[in-house]
T-cell receptor
Framework: KAGVTQTPRYLIKTRGQQVTLSCSPI?????VSWYQQTPGQGLQFLFE???????NKGNFPGRFSGRQFSNSRSEMNVSTLELGDSALYLC????????????FGQGTRLTVV | QKEVEQNSGPLSVPEGAIASLNCTYS??????FFWYRQYSGKSPELIMS????GDKEDGRFTAQLNKASQYVSLLIRDSQPSDSATYLC??????????FGAGTRLTVKP
């Protein structure tokens, strides 16, 4: 069974640009959550999608957005990039997101210059 | 008070010893609790989940949960150098969001 796949693995962007990251969950999983990990702040919850609906959102500005498609694949978008957005972005998939185990992808390392 | 608190470490134990990792959380509505292991430069890997008060054992790992005290712990028996990593505690809140602690860095010395 294939694991969670995130693309791309590495990305370098310039301040002010926008970026789209992709996450393909484990087959059969319908919940996808996104996290930002930085050395100073640790793992912070961005949002969770289930059946194409955002069910929960963390405390991030509106520049961070996401969506989920009917095949459960999810994308997150960051607009007007800032230097502080440099981080490892992780997605985690679970069967239904409700008290079930979640498995992480390898992450996308975003560097904003 | 942080939502999830863990001793940042580093925690150093000799090979073969028991490593004890602790975590307290503030959300009394949390029903599920997860421990992840993260090696440097890698993504978190799920190692244990626990849902009920008491102990849950899986190989060399034992998770302990006390909801009344809002406390969850992870014991690693017969610690190996390959266990050297950062261990993340993650209670899941009522809103289907896992909130992570800062992690405890464990070093197992041969």
């Amino acid at each position: 069974k294939a694991g969670v796949t995130q693309t791309p693995r590495y990305l370098i962007k310039t301040r002010g640009q926008q970026v789209t990251l992709s996450c393909s969950p484990i087959s059969g999983h319908r919940s996808v959550s996104w996290y930002q990990q930085t050395p100073g702040q640790g793992l912070q919850f961005l949002f969770e999608y289930f059946s194409e609906t955002q069910r929960n959102k963390g405390n991030f500005p509106g520049r961070f957005s996401g969506r989920q498609f009917s095949n459960s694949r999810s994308e997150m978008n960051v607009s007007t990039l800032e230097l502080g957005d440099s981080a490892l972005y992780l997605c985690a998939s679970s069967f239904d997101g409700s008290n079930t185990e979640a498995f992480f992808g390898q992450g996308t390392r975003l560097t904003v210059v | 008070q942080k939502e999830v608190e863990q001793n940042s470490g580093p925690l150093s134990v000799p090979e073969g010893a028991i490593a004890s990792l602790n975590c307290t959380y503030s959300d009394r509505g949390s029903q599920s609790f997860f421990w992840y292991r993260q090696y440097s430069g890698k993504s978190p890997e799920l190692i244990m989940s626990i849902y009920s008060n008491g102990d849950k054992e899986d190989g060399r790992f034992t998770a302990q949960l006390n909801k009344a005290s809002q406390y969850v712990s992870l014991l690693i028996r017969d610690s190996q150098p390959s266990d050297s990593a950062t261990y993340l505690c993650a209670p899941m809140g009522n809103n289907n969001d896992m909130r992570f602690g800062a992690g405890t860095r464990l070093t197992v010395k041969p």
